[in-house]
């Protein structure tokens, strides 16, 4: 039988407590979403201040970095080269904005985090600082 590790709730509190602790420095709106290795919602955070395109968004790029194991703009940058559109994929979660950063611990993704509402390059450092807290 197979064991998978996955984020706790405690795991995706951490992360959202870190990133929310760095928007409120700065005083920006954002939103940020944790997510399982499926891509399903553990924890969503929104800021004050946060445009509400923004939660859909924050969700879909943490979806699109679990679900495919890589940055959420990485996928979207290897689309973009190749000619095919993120439709291919068969579900309109998947995004190619910068953002999504997938939780990977011993070579094995174990849950994504996206954040959306703020300057693309933002939006990824912050994923990837929260990333870095469980790896």
Known sequence: MRKRT???HHDAMTIIDAIRSRLEERDLGAAV???DPHGELIALLRTDGCRLQSITIATNKAFTAAREGIESK???NSSRQEGFPLTNFGDYRFVGWGGGVPVIVDGEVVGAIGVSGLPEEEDIELARMGAALIT
């Open 74 to 76: 990485e996928l979207g």
């Open 6 to 8: 996955e984020l706790s």
């Open 33 to 35: 979403a944790v997510v």
